[in-house]
Every structure is written in structure tokens, then in C-alpha cells.
């Protein structure tokens, strides 16, 4: 792939980086999904029912790792058939990514200390959401709004790397507090990081717009 500019194999590397830990502890997690002996400490849940988190963790790892490379302009310009065949992959993996994590929060039994309200709510929401995005965005596609193609699978890219975020968010409150956040604080993370990701995301959006609108009149 020599049409990949340094920066945007910069841009891979730090997506990767980012969804390393939640991506590889989703995969390290599958042998035992399969019936082999736990790597990680077991999750019960999971044991019991293992069909939804198995398809989650597969979904989420194509939609975060190869979602990444739909973002590079490159490829766009220069392999647009590969372009198109990867976001068949990407939009078919979001969905069932969305719509497992949406199947877990509705059928699993979690304790009030890992999920509350506000974060059944927030899981129900952006499932949805995220699902809705990803079809506008093939609607869109298919009206050629590449604009709003774009600004979708965005949006629902940023819900889809909440994991990594909340993560993220995790390993500083241990760091600040030195215990696990559990309750309405651990829901307040989670939810909060998906608020993080898509203001990133709204952010990127309007500038991308500015700077087209820039060009246009100039």
C-alpha cells in the first residue's frame, strides 16, 4: 500500500494503539467463549450466553481497526473499488456490533454496580444511534451526499470506539483513585466517554465543512 502517505500510516498507528487493550482483550476472550480454558478472569455472563459477546467482539474489532483505514484519503482517491468493498465490511460490522451490544444490555442480568439507569439508557441509545448512522450513511452514499456519508459513518465511528475510550478514561481514574470505579461514577465514565468521542467528532465535521466552504469561495 505505497499510496499511504507517513501521515496517514501516523494516523493507523495511533488508531490502533487506541484500540488496542478493549480489541485485544475482546479477542484474548473468544478461546474461552469457544469452550477453552479462561486466559482473563471469567465473565459469567458471557459464559452463560456466549453468542451475543462473541459477535460483539468480532464486529467491534473490524468496525474500530478497519474503519480506520476508510478514514484515509488516499484510499479513496486512489483504490476507490477497495474503498467501497471495505465499507460493505465495515457497515455490515458496525451493525452487529451496535445491535449485539444492544442485545447484551437488553438480555444480560448486570448488577447494579456495573450498570445502573444512566448507562442502560446510554447503551440502548447509541445502539440505535449508531445503527441509524450507518444507514444513513449508505443512504447518503447511494444519493452521492458524499458530505453526509462522511459526517455519518464518522458519527457512528465515534460511538463504535467508546470501548477504547472508556479505557482510557478507566486507566486515569484507578490512576487518580486507585480503586475501580463502580455505580453511578462508572456509568457516569462510560456514558461521558461516548460524550467525548462524539463532540470530537462534531468538531471534526464542522471543520472539514469550514474548510470546504473555504475553498469554494475562494
Not at 465499507?87 to 448488577?111: D, E, K
Not at 459513518?153 to 475501580?180: K, N, P, V
Request: glycine residues 6%.
Amino acid at each position: 500500500m505505497h499510496f499511504i502517505s507517513r501521515r496517514e500510516w501516523a494516523f493507523l498507528a495511533l488508531v490502533f494503539l487506541y484500540s488496542f487493550i478493549p480489541a485485544v482483550v475482546g479477542l484474548i476472550r473468544l478461546p474461552e467463549l469457544l469452550g477453552a480454558p479462561a486466559i482473563i478472569p471469567s465473565n459469567p455472563r458471557a459464559v452463560i450466553d456466549p453468542l451475543p459477546i462473541t459477535l460483539h467482539i468480532l464486529g467491534s474489532s473490524v468496525f474500530c481497526l478497519v474503519g480506520a483505514v476508510q478514514f484515509l484519503p488516499s484510499l479513496r482517491r486512489y483504490r476507490p473499488a477497495l474503498h467501497r468493498t471495505l465499507g460493505r465490511i465495515v457497515a455490515a460490522a458496525g451493525c452487529i456490533s451496535a445491535l449485539t451490544g444492544l442485545w447484551m444490555t437488553v438480555a444480560y442480568a448486570f448488577p447494579d454496580a456495573l450498570q445502573g439507569p444512566l448507562l442502560y439508557a446510554g447503551r440502548v441509545t447509541l445502539s440505535l444511534a449508531m445503527v441509524a448512522f450507518i444507514a444513513w450513511a449508505i443512504v447518503a452514499i447511494r444519493s452521492r451526499k458524499v458530505a453526509a456519508h462522511r459526517a455519518a459513518m464518522l458519527r457512528a465511528y465515534a460511538i463504535g470506539q467508546g470501548a477504547s475510550t472508556q479505557t482510557a478514561l478507566f486507566l486515569c481514574a484507578m490512576a487518580l483513585f486507585d480503586t475501580e470505579l463502580q455505580g453511578f461514577a462508572r456509568d457516569l465514565l462510560m456514558v461521558g466517554a461516548w460524550t467525548i468521542n462524539l463532540a470530537i467528532a462534531e468538531l471534526l465535521i464542522r471543520r472539514t465543512f469550514a474548510a470546504r466552504t473555504s475553498d469554494a469561495v475562494i
